[in-house]
């Protein structure tokens, strides 16, 4: 049987795995003749925000008109919801979006009913509350992982791009993500870094943009441009509700050395992405031309090769999905989806404002597929399953998501070619169980 070792963003295969291909089956086969009734199982995975309190204010967080609106799920529509949804198959859990989710006062006694079950779990914090998740690190397991969002080398970026609430260094967060992983080695400790690039006015652009090729090769303008050059210094970085953010992109490297010095296992670029007001959809490359496009591709290349450099073999450098396909020059590509977004059957996001079909429209209406308590009885989870299955068939992803340049783009096109095929499901080969999170 093929393995799925390091394949962190390989949806496809995630859904080929021994305890996920039965359903990956059996949604196709309902797919292809929706008026069988659909499965009776619920997502593999879901994202779980325990509250909307965060002691961040982070001006590019694309849930920043979420956060601190006062919602928090409760523990006992955590634990019904938890519970329902091991019973429907349910294997692995995110603590993420919407808030800081150690802020929430049943942190441990949730994190404890999780592993209870025996999910596989994620957790991302900002890290100022780290001792929280310390005292629930001997219940975590070699699959699960914490991942800290920090997104900055220096001490004065971090603080410019998170304005924390609370007195706390860069450095703090460190040495406690270092006793994090002392107390147990297991755990999957990550590093995550968005890239905030700097975008340099009409008159600073060069006049013979680089191709994709040279791109790809790194060939030109690679030390000045890698530091940020005259063009780049005069313009700031991305620019969210008026404000440019201050650019990150040439501390990649150094972000990568930190990583390695504080005992990280790996750490995660990622692009900013911006929630467009008027639509409310995430957005990747908001407003950016094509000759930016190339400037920022070539920079964000340059500097990577240096973090892989920084990072030797000690450390691994993972590069989101939506990363790889700017670098390709093939941004667009992923904005393309099918008319039906097959994976919202397999992930779903609970909050306090709802159930949610997709993380990118978290606290979007139209995404909304049931109140918080969606999960918390039998009863209620067919009515969710229902709303569910409507939304499967009417949310039009090739119209309503051409601007998010999607995660799930290569497995959701995969499973539509699937289904318009004549290929029998059964011809769909296993690979083993490794990693359930989607």
């Known amino acids: 049987m093929e393995r799925m070792k390091n394949r962190e963003h390989d949806f496809i295969t995630k859904l080929r795995q021994a305890s996920t291909i039965r359903r990956l089956r059996e949604y196709i086969i309902w797919q292809r003749d929706r008026t069988k009734k659909p499965p009776d199982s619920g997502p593999v995975s879901i994202n779980l925000d325990l509250t909307s309190a965060c002691n961040f204010a982070c001006p590019f967080c694309v849930d920043s008109a979420l956060i601190n609106t006062g919602g928090s799920l409760s523990l006992s529509e955590v634990k019904k919801a938890i519970d329902i949804l091991h019973k429907k198959g349910l294997l692995s859990v995110i603590l993420l979006g919407g808030g800081e989710p150690t802020l929430h006062k049943d942190f441990a006694e949730i994190v404890g009913h999780i592993k209870a079950k025996k999910l596989g779990l994620g957790i991302v914090t900002n890290g100022t509350r780290l001792d929280k998740v310390k005292e629930i690190a001997g219940l975590l397991k070699g699959k699960d992982w914490v991942r800290i969002s920090l997104d900055a080398a220096k001490e004065e970026t971090f603080k410019a791009l998170h304005h924390p609430k609370v007195k706390v260094s860069l450095g703090e967060i460190l040495k406690a993500a270092k006793g994090l992983k002392e107390k147990n080695p297991k755990v999957s400790l990550g590093y995550s870094f968005v890239i905030i690039w700097d975008l340099p006015s009409p008159a600073d652009l060069p006049a013979d943009p680089p191709s994709p090729s040279e791109v790809a090769g790194g060939l030109r303008r690679t030390e000045a441009l890698a530091e940020g050059g005259a063009g780049f210094a005069k313009a700031g970085g991305v620019q969210i509700n ?35 007001p008027d639509s409310q959809r995430e957005s990747l490359l908001a407003g950016v031309g094509k000759n930016e496009e190339d400037d920022i591709r070539e920079k964000i290349w340059i500097n990577l090769q240096k973090a892989k450099t920084a990072g030797g073999n000690k450390i691994k450098i993972l590069e989101s999905v939506n990363l790889k396909a700017m670098l390709a020059g093939e941004a667009n590509r992923i904005k393309q989806q099918p008319k039906r977004c097959h994976l919202q059957s397999f992930r779903t996001v609970v909050s306090p404002l709802g159930i949610f079909h997709c993380p990118a429209f978290r606290g979007v209406e139209k995404a909304k597929i049931a109140e918080s308590d969606g999960y918390t009885s039998e009863t209620k989870f067919q009515a969710t399953q229902k709303m569910l299955a409507r939304s499967i068939a009417t949310f039009d992803a090739s119209r309503e998501c051409q601007v998010v340049g999607c995660f799930y783009h290569e497995v959701n096109w995969w499973i539509e070619d699937f289904i318009n095929s004549k290929q029998d499901v059964t011809k769909i080969e296993a690979v083993e169980d490794d990693n359930f999170f989607l």
């Open 242 to 276: 008026g404000k440019r953010l201050p650019p990150n992109i040439g501390q990649m490297p150094e972000a990568t050395r930190l990583a390695r010095e504080y005992s990280f296992d790996y750490i995660s670029f990622k692009p900013c992405l911006v929630r467009l």
